[in-house]
């Protein structure tokens, strides 16, 4: 099988270094500048155990993700930030095959509607992935914490890509079908705006959420106005007590994880709150739901982007 991965940071690094293992043909899409390290140097994964696994470069191809070659993969995983992709245009994705098949693996919702209004017409797939992974360096990424990764219904295909998931599980990425993907990527979304607008602003790990209450006590608000938001717009998400057990869980297992959204404001970068609180607050206003500490969130967190990059202009 013929696997394109566009974007490759931490998820997409994790992905492209366990797809390493199979006998999968591997094409890595990034930045012009990015290409040189990965093909000198490869990859670099630490696991969870401390392990660490050296990928040589002639492992893959490396292809600049503005010059794609077309017909050139079977699958396209989509690993970008979410605010990244309005920046490729539909010269990468003809990369795919007429036949080929895309998976978004970004957080937030409706990246594969975005996509079909632009006109890129593959197969798609939504997704949730809750493996851990943290970008240390270049060439050097570290397996924060195993999850899954689920796969479900995109727009216009219900069938599942039973050839694609089962490669994902001879690489040990814990790959299944979810027919309910909607109602899963809205769990995560809860959780997501929970840890990372929190962490983020106050500049700790997740971990940090259990050993501070008072921001633990804001994180949990944050959980528990985004269920109310997710319920009223239809989705069927966990009842309270299960949701907040799994927001703890998340936070547990991925504790010495900075999330990306603090990463990215350590390094200047754009972060995705529109893709996170700012589209809870988006469907709050559509359903009627009031939500005052996402919308705190989400002032403080523009806030601080705005200030960080007139700091660094």
């Not at 566009?6 to 366990?18: D, E, K, Q, T, W």
């Not at 007429?98 to 998976?103: N, T």
């Not at 990246?111 to 970008?135: K, N, P, W």
């Not at 397996?143 to 479900?152: F, N, T």
Request: with cysteine; charged share 20%.
């Amino acid at each position: 099988m013929r696997v394109g991965v566009l974007g490759v940071g931490a998820i997409g690094g994790l992905i492209a270094s366990r797809l390493a293992l199979t006998d999968a043909d591997l094409h890595l899409f990034v930045h012009e500048h990015a290409a040189p390290n990965l093909i000198v140097e490869g990859l670099t994964l630490i696991s969870p155990d401390a392990q660490s696994k050296h990928i040589a470069g002639e492992r893959w191809s490396v292809h600049a993700s503005n010059d794609p070659e077309p017909g050139l993969v079977d699958v396209l995983f989509i690993c970008l930030k979410a605010n990244d992709l309005s920046n490729i245009t539909n010269e990468m994705f003809r990369t795919l095959t007429p036949s080929g098949v895309l998976v978004c693996m970004m957080n937030g919702l409706g990246h594969e509607e975005s996509l079909r209004t632009r006109g890129v017409h593959q197969r798609m797939y939504r997704s949730v992935i809750s493996h851990g992974a943290l970008r240390r360096d270049k060439g050097v990424v570290e397996w924060m914490g195993r999850g899954a990764i689920e796969i479900g219904p995109g727009p216009d295909f219900t069938d599942s890509p039973s050839a694609l998931i089962a490669l994902m599980n001879e690489a040990g990425l814990v790959a299944r079908w979810n027919a309910d993907i909607l109602d899963r990527q809205w769990w995560k979304l809860c959780i997501n705006v929970a840890i990372n607008p929190t962490c983020a602003i106050a500049g700790i790990p997740n971990g940090g959420l259990l050993e501070h209450s008072g921001l633990g006590d804001v994180a949990l608000c944050a959980l528990l106005e985004s269920r109310s938001v997710a319920e009223a717009a239809g989705r069927d998400v966990p009842d309270a007590g299960a949701l907040v057990e799994g927001y703890r869980k998340v936070v547990a297992t991925t504790a010495r994880n900075r999330c990306s959204m603090l990463q990215d404001i350590m390094r200047g970068r754009p972060t995705e709150v529109d893709a996170l609180t700012g589209h809870v607050l988006r469907v709050a206003e559509q359903v009627g739901v009031s939500t005052p500490t996402v919308v705190t969130l989400d002032a403080l967190l523009r806030g601080i982007v705005r200030f960080t990059s007139q700091s660094l202009s």
